[in-house]
């Protein structure tokens, strides 16, 4: 089975994200609200598209700044949903906006990376059910690549991947915890 590791590195458009973000993991609330965001833009697309839009994707949505995309309104989704340099789709720019108004509202108890913390570790069924409790757009598959770009679930690389040993001396939050503890229920 093909993996990542095996196309990403060397290639012009997958190389640097592979390298030097993919399961690396991050604490502000801004790349947070960046990786949900462009895990929701790929979903139904292919990765490639996400990473070739995504300079254009991060100016239109103001640097993912939290309280920014938060206070976006009709008039911003429609000027959104006008650029050619981002995915154009309704129901993932409104739930990215609504998304960004849930980790304000969650400032008073930690902000989004406490709220991640504090249900770490849990399985990839439990974070799915968990998220979409609390946030917009938010499948398995969004939910699960998100975790494991941020360092939360394990399998962005494979063992003997140059990168892999380089996210292990981060001690990514997946590393801490005993690997049983990921396996489906």
């Known amino acids: 089975m093909s993996s990542y590791c095996?196309?990403?590195?060397g290639n012009p458009i997958h190389a640097i994200?592979?390298?030097?973000?993919?399961?690396?993991?991050?604490?502000?609330?801004?790349?947070l609200l960046e990786r949900l965001a462009l895990e929701i833009f790929q979903a139904g697309l292919s990765w490639e598209i996400v990473l070739k839009k995504r300079e254009t994707t991060f100016e239109a949505f103001k640097g993912f700044d939290v309280d920014t995309v938060a206070a976006f309104n009709k008039r911003d989704v429609e000027r959104?949903?006008?650029n050619a340099g981002i995915i154009r789709n309704r129901l993932k720019v409104e739930s990215i906006?609504?998304?960004?108004?849930?980790?304000?509202?969650?400032?008073?108890?930690?902000?989004f990376k406490g709220w991640?913390?504090?249900h770490h570790p849990m399985n990839r069924q439990d974070w799915t059910k968990l998220f979409k409790k609390m946030f917009r757009f938010t499948g398995g598959e969004i939910v699960n690549e998100m975790l494991m770009s941020t360092g939360y679930l394990p399998g962005t690389h494979h063992e003997d991947c140059p990168v892999f040993k380089r996210i292990a001396k981060k001690k990514p939050a997946w590393m801490q915890v005993d690997p049983k503890i990921f396996e489906p229920t």
């Open 17 to 31: 994200y592979h390298d030097t973000e993919y399961g690396f993991p991050v604490t502000g609330e801004n790349v």
């Open 6 to 9: 095996d196309f990403a590195p």
């Open 80 to 82: 959104l949903l006008k």
């Open 97 to 111: 906006i609504d998304n960004a108004k849930t980790i304000q509202g969650m400032r008073d108890s930690g902000g």
């Open 116 to 118: 991640l913390d504090s």
